[in-house]
């Protein structure tokens, strides 16, 4: 019996003892895993409190932004306020400036219209104008004759009479006269205009020592009273001879137009 007994007791003690090792190594174990991990834990948390610190900043930032963007939405509101108010004053500025320049305007043309009412020319009856030319070559033929342009290729109102060469004047005004002479070679003709009996204007034309055609134009502006009678006739002071050339390449001309 004893010695089953002894051999029960030496079996527990070394349960006991294997139990005694296993037991000191997890406890060994233990000690060892938590003095490992306790620095990264305090690692951990430093970070943790880091980004709580900067999520922190980030909500102080965003709330005064929010701050800036409410205080420029009010100042964008008053700012648009003004804005209407001004164009509601520029809009009723622009138009009471378009109903005076607008009255101004008519105000003008009505007083222009009052004033100049006899200067402006009108259908039948201030619209004047003629234009005539030789019906062929014209001979000179004496100082003092009237050269009378036959054709006529305008007559507005009828002023000029082609069986005489003369224009007359159915109202008082500044009038434009205008008359072209060509002659032959070895020609000269001395040539005038005339406003009643008196000479307002002349031109002399000249071809002789050449062997072609020479023009000269007249020009005359001249203020002219109703019933004045005007026409071109030969130089009464200086002599002429020769031949007026007038065919479809090259006219000699009698024109006039009132002005106003």
Known sequence: MWPTFRVKLIFALVICTEMHIYVRAEWNSSETTDFQTKPEQQTYGLYIERLENVIQKQFTIIENLQKVVSQQGNRIGRLEN??????GNNQATSRESSVHLSQRIDNAITHKGSTMSTRLLTPGQYNIAFHSYLASNLLYQSKGSTVIFQNTGLNVGNHYNQLTGIFT???????????????TDESNINTELVRNMESIGAIYTSAVGVKNARTST????????NGDFLYVRFSTINYS?????????????????RLF
């Open 169 to 183: 004047a159915p109202v008082q005004g500044i009038f434009v006269f205008t008359w072209t002479i060509t002659v």
């Open 241 to 257: 001879r020769g031949e007026i050339i007038s065919v479809p390449s090259c006219k000699s001309t009698f024109s006039g137009w």
């Open 218 to 225: 007249g020009v005359v502006v001249s203020d002219v009273t």
């Open 82 to 87: 003004i804005s209407r108010n001004n164009d």
